[in-house]
């Protein structure tokens, strides 16, 4: 605690001395492109205003689009853009500073009715995707509200659990795995510029969607969406969510630099120009593991398993004259772990306290894009990218009865490789029909190995040794129909094959908007969706005596969940907007154990782990998830801005029995409220201070209560499967805070932060495991106060 304070308050000195510098007013330019949003066609002639001076100050797009502010004072301020036939926007408080230049990259809506003066919207609605296509269950977040929000640590996953219907995956206060509306985990979608690729996190399972780092990093991000349910026709190979990634383009007209030292990272950006004035341009960024760092130097913070780790991001901007733009970019990163149990078994507390494993992953995806427009009102975008996801695992433990000698449990080596295209069709027939249609195909090649030793057997056994490949494919049409100006219509249609198991569904998708007036909106959609099982599922294998070996899953169908949402939009002013969201999600065709009376089911598993004991499976199984969604949201204005989100769900399974149960996600309830003010300082305003809060009120954790006889007689901790998560946890609790300080120095930004999760230190509780040594069950606590601090600097 005390190296916490001298922390605290050398930052504070800084902070004071640094306000008392000689004062100056610094400048910077804003400039970047304004688009159609739809046909993605430069608008010539659109009008950028400046709104934060008394005197008109603007200038226009030229023949590309393009517009460029110059001499504008650091803070923050405000713009209007408008073009005839076009509903106007306004951006409220955008961000400037000394270090790096200001590029919009703005997209217009044409008005669906004529009209002889421009249509004028009072503010860009940052509750609304960047995709067209989607009316419910979507928003648009932006890089600075993963690190405005106390507790996200620069990571989209992190920042999402503030939203409506998405909560703290498992309960688990280190990893960034969230369950969207109840749903698994595993269900989640991410994409990085058009195309599917693995979990982009650190330390994540395999078949998982999270993980305890993001390899996002926010020098790369560019504004984004994110959806929780009734997705667009365009996207498949999802049940829960979906994360829908931009990178943004490096500066093409000059180099700039980054470097961030922080608790999670080592990080360092570099960007610029290719060919000063052809618009192409690249974006590289790597990080490496502080504590991996300080861990080859001898110093060892985080105990006895330190977590190394590096990643690398990148993306190069090419633009020609007469084909287009083609992007190349890629995202991957490496870790391991590893723990070597205190051979005395006089310390051990609890049965995991003899185990030591060691584990590295390694995941990449590099790709090459290509987009051109055909017409004044067409474009293509294709995509071809090739991802790796390897992971090698080792498991012991220590045997106190031979003189403490390693006796291992299970080993693995489980590698996917994959090779994916897709290209998108979209015509912008005119300002009231547009047409998007695509394709997507996706190799996987597979080459899992993984055994562990069976107790009841006195053997090993196999789960995994195949070699093999495997096929998804994907098509998608679509329709934006704009029939009145209060009446917008979404109609599609989106087809999955996947040759591994010979299964398909074709999924009607349809939504309808209907603006009731200028400040409520009504909105409706339902669609049904598919998601093929991890392809290690399906090679389950099972072992007989005489050594015979069968993979009985491979025949399993693809599960199907239908999503009906029913939304209200309430735009109270121009800065506060009241959201609305009732939910029904329909699950069949659910994996679970085959065996008669069995409660085991897929829809429990956050990640293959959680079914790699289980009995062969069959489609018997269903699910289903209700609840409402609300939000009220006052955008970031006037220098502060607040959120509170409520979710009230349920989350039932049936499995093989016919008896409806909670699932393992069934929280029941998540709030959240948070917000935050920034502070001008210094004598020119040059500087600014933010402070950020949040508090997280959610449901305990769904366990499955442990049978303390059963646990007794061998040693170890046995759950009563005949109950499975009808225990709960007590509920759970955080604050956290968070400080920054940015300071614009001539060319040059400094920024400061410390973002302390769980500031009360407040030990939420995790799970109950018995304990043979005292022949009791003992809970099992979470993570209490973790600081995060980071310094960065740009020029």
Known sequence: MKNWRSIILIMLSFCIYSTGLKAQTNY????????????????????????????????????????KLENIPVGRHSFAIAYLGYESIVLNEIQVTSGKEVVLNLRMIESSIMMDEVVVRAVLDKSNAINEMAAVSARSFSVEETSRYAGAFNDPARMAM???????????????????????????????????????????????????????????????????????????????????????????????????????GIEAAAEGPIDKGS????????????????????????????????????????????????????????????????????????DDDKWGFL????????????????????????????????TDLEQYYLDKHENYNRILDEKGA???????????????????NTLRMGFIAAKQQFDLNYEYFKDSENRFVTLFDNKGDAMLLQGYGQWKFKFSPLWTLNAGLHYTYYDLNKDQSLEPRLSLQYDLSAKHKLSFAWGTHSRPEHASFYYLEQTAQDGNRTSPNKGVELMKAMHAVIGHDWSISKEWRVKTE????????????RTVGSTRSIINSADIWDITGSDPADNSGSARNYGVDFTLEKFF??????????????????????IEYDTRFNGNYQLNLLGGKEFVVGKKGNNRIGLNGKALFSGGRRITPIDLEASREVGYTMRDWTQPYSQKTADYFRLDLSFSYKINSPKLTHSISIDIQNVT?????????????????EKVYQTGLFPNFNYRIEF
Do not use: C
């Not at 078949?207 to 390899?215: C, L, N, Q, R, T």
């Open 28 to 67: 910077q330019t804003i400039r970047g492109t304004v688009l159609d949003k739809e046909s993605e066609i430069p608008l010539i002639g659109a009008t950028i205003s400046w709104l934060n001076q008394e005197t008109a100050t603007g200038t226009a797009t030229d023949l590309d689009g393009k517009f």
């Open 162 to 264: 503030n939203y409506a219907g998405v909560s703290l995956g498992g309960g688990e206060d280190l990893f960034n795995e969230i369950v969207v509306r109840g749903n698994s985990s595993r269900g989640m979608l991410w994409k990085l510029e058009g195309i599917e690729i693995p979990n982009p996190n650190h330390f994540g399972s395999l078949g998982g969607s999270g993980g305890a780092v993001s390899m996002l990093s926010s020098s790369i991000l560019s504004n984004s969406d994110f959806y929780t349910g009734a997705f667009p026709a365009e996207y498949g190979n999802a049940a829960s969510g979906v994360f829908d990634l931009k990178m943004r383009k490096g500066n093409d007209e000059k180099a700039e630099y980054a470097f961030m030292l922080g608790a999670l």
């Open 279 to 350: 618009g192409s341009s690249y974006l590289i960024n790597y990080r490496y593991s502080t504590l991996g760092a300080l861990d080859a130097i001898g110093i060892s913070p985080a105990g006895d398993v330190t977590p190394i780790y590096s990643d690398l991001s990148f993306k190069v901007n090419i633009v020609t004259k007469n084909i287009g733009s083609f992007t190349l970019f890629g995202l991957g990163g490496m870790n391991s772990s590893s723990f070597d149990p205190e051979a005395d078994s006089t310390i051990w507390e609890y």
């Open 359 to 390: 584990e590295k992953q390694a995941v990449g995806t590099v790709g090459l894009g290509h987009r051109i427009l055909l017409s004044n009102n067409s474009y293509l975008y294709s995509v071809l990218a090739a991802s790796t996801d390897r």
């Open 414 to 432: 489980l590698n996917n490789n994959y090779l994916r295209g897709s290209i998108l069709y979209n015509s912008k027939i005119n300002a009231r």
């Open 582 to 593: 009732i939910y029904y999600q329909d699950l069949t065709n659910v994996a679970v154990e």
């Open 637 to 658: 204005a006037n220098d502060y801005y607040g959120m509170l989100t409520a979710s009230v769900f349920e989350s039932k399974y049936t499995p093989k029995n016919g």
């Open 761 to 777: 230190n407040r030990l939420n509780e995790y799970s109950e495991e018995f304990n043979d040594n005292t022949g009791q069950l």
